[in-house]
């Protein structure tokens, strides 16, 4: 594996270069410790063996398996033999801004925003290509690994470009596995919500006010927002929140109390109660043990 534009500082990992996304080769033996990140992670088998492990227990992993992890979700691997990975990870900003455009796509908002949520899959979604389909998923992820050569100033939409064809690629093969249809771009009306959800996770919402906000029924925002994520929109809002709760415990010093209050949930024991039955560990419990074993995409203060 070549050097990578990424240091450690407190056990905390960043990029030293200003990359937008970064995609490189690793190698496991043995076992790599469960850790957590505050960016998007996906890894992408390419040989060798191992164990893929999370909170509901190790899976085998064979060459052309994709995990894709969203920011908090914690994993490791275990029982490792030469296990060949290909990672690529690139910050959650990066949803809001360059890439606000895929929550209007069905299957690319599907594979990075609803899918990893829905089905009680707690922030992570698996899938498998197969040798066609990972062989045109290694063309762009190692023209993003050569992109870190070049200046950024000069190749920005290059980067943003070869992410996008890759996820494409990655999109394509979960929607299939996974029967989602594109009949055409996700409702406006959804989007605009799912916008104004992820914008101010801290605000006390309600169906009736985000309903307003849309000049719809509560009744129709509900219908209409479950069958394009697969979930209600105060279900989506909860996994919104706990994910900032996440980078809050790892990354501040605030108690869990001040942090449940931060990101909208005043009742510390309801915090703990929803921060646990998505990431299988209390807030306090979470914290202890992953404060230096997390990773983050920008560079410490």
Not at 6 to 32: C, I, M, P, W
Request: charged share 20%.
């Amino acid at each position: 594996m070549r050097d990578d534009p990424v240091a450690e500082s407190k056990g905390l990992l960043y990029f030293t270069d200003g990359s937008l996304a970064y995609a490189g080769r690793y190698s496991h033996q043995d076992t790599f410790d469960a850790h957590t990140h505050s960016f998007v992670e996906i890894a992408v088998v390419l040989g060798g063996q191992g164990n893929h492990h999370t909170m509901t227990g190790d899976t085998p992993l064979t060459r052309g398996d994709v995990v894709l992890l969203r920011p908090g979700t914690w994993h490791g691997y275990t029982e490792c033999r030469d296990l060949e990975l290909f990672n690529c990870c690139f910050s959650a900003e990066l949803l809001t801004r360059e890439l606000a455009w895929t929550q209007e796509d069905p299957i690319i908002s599907y594979l990075l925003s609803t899918g990893p949520y829905s089905m009680h899959r707690r922030g992570m979604l698996t899938a498998h290509l197969d040798e066609p389909a990972l062989e045109e998923a290694l063309v762009h992820l190692d023209g993003l690994d050569d992109l870190r050569r070049r200046p950024l100033t000069q190749h920005r939409a290059d980067v943003i470009g070869r992410l996008s064809l890759f996820l494409g690629n990655l999109a394509r093969a979960v929607a299939e596995a996974n029967f989602v249809t594109s009949a055409g771009p996700t409702h406006p009306a959804v989007v605009q919500a799912m916008r104004a959800l992820e914008s101010r996770v801290a605000h006390d919402w309600t169906l009736v006010e985000l309903a307003d906000r849309l000049h719809l029924t509560s009744s129709y925002l509900v219908r209409l927002f479950k069958s394009e994520t697969g979930l209600p929109p105060m279900a989506y809002l909860a996994r919104q929140r706990v994910e900032a709760a996440a980078d809050l415990l790892l990354h501040t010093d605030d108690s869990v109390s001040v942090i449940g209050e931060l990101v909208g949930w005043n009742d510390q024991n309801y915090f703990a109660r929803r921060f646990k039955a998505h990431f299988g560990l209390s807030p306090s419990a979470y914290r202890k043990r992953f404060t230096t074993r997390s990773a983050q995409l920008s560079p410490p203060e």
